[in-house]
């Protein structure tokens, strides 16, 4: 069981180049979302996507695009990295209706540690 | 607006010792409350979720939590602490049915001590 695949795992960047990182899921999930994770700040949320096709902006999204070609992929796009991007990324999944209780459980990536120098 | 607060940053406890990790939440509404778990390296991984059945609440490699209204806390503990625990904690709180509103607190990193 793959669950949630997040690729690359980490990546050096110089400031202003480009790069992308890949989240794919094979739980056939509705739900996507990518997260940082910054020492002291828990994760935000960064975008997040409730179908395929669809993207909306989460808690932090400056300096980021998404898009959600596919169901099971999630693509989470720096056009020109700053090190204030320097962080850990999550990718996470849920699947839509919980019951009742709307508790969407996530599903989490192993992370993806991008520096920007 | 909803939050989280986790109230210690870092525990450290003897192996074989009792943990108690600390969380207080704010919600407008009956919220479902969460604590994750992140080794070293890893990914996060759900320990267990409140989703206002039972107070009390059983999860993975013997941890509970208690969901107390009155006291908006949801405290994680287990009886006797191993190793294999040392980890980062995240307390989690979501509004019902609310998927992008799902706030994190800030992590509490257990050590134990052998």
């Known amino acids: 069981n793959a669950g949630v695949t997040q690729t690359p795992k980490f990546r050096v960047l110089k400031t202003g180049q480009s790069m992308t990182l890949l989240c794919a899921q094979d739980?056939?999930?509705?739900?996507m979302y990518w997260y940082r994770q910054d020492p002291g700040m828990g994760l935000r949320l960064i975008h997040y996507s409730v179908g395929e096709g669809t993207t909306a902006k989460g808690e932090v999204p400056d300096g980021y695009n998404v898009s959600r070609l596919k169901k099971q992929n999630f693509l989470l796009g720096l056009e020109s990295a700053a090190p204030s991007q320097t962080s850990v990324y999550f990718c996470a999944s849920s699947p839509v209706g919980q019951g009742a209780s709307g508790a969407n459980v996530l599903t989490f990536g192993a992370g993806s540690r991008l520096t920007v120098l | 607006a909803q939050s989280v607060t986790q109230l210690d940053s870092h525990v450290s406890v003897s192996e074989g010792t009792p943990v108690l990790l600390r969380c207080n939440y704010s919600s407008s509404y009956s919220p479902s409350l969460f604590w994750y778990v992140q080794h070293p390296n890893k990914g996060l991984q759900l320990l267990l979720k409140?989703?206002?059945?039972?107070?009390l609440v059983k999860g993975i490699n013997g941890f509970e939590a208690e969901f107390k209204k009155s006291e908006t806390s949801f405290h994680l503990t287990k009886p006797s602490a191993h190793m294999s625990d040392a980890a980062e904690y995240f307390c989690?709180?979501?509004?019902?049915?609310?998927?992008?509103?799902?706030?994190f607190g800030t992590g509490t990193k257990l050590q134990v001590i052998p």
């Open positions: 989690v709180v979501s509004d019902p049915g609310s998927y992008q509103k799902v706030t």
């Open positions: 739980m056939n999930h509705e739900y």
């Open positions: 409140y989703t206002s059945a039972a107070t």
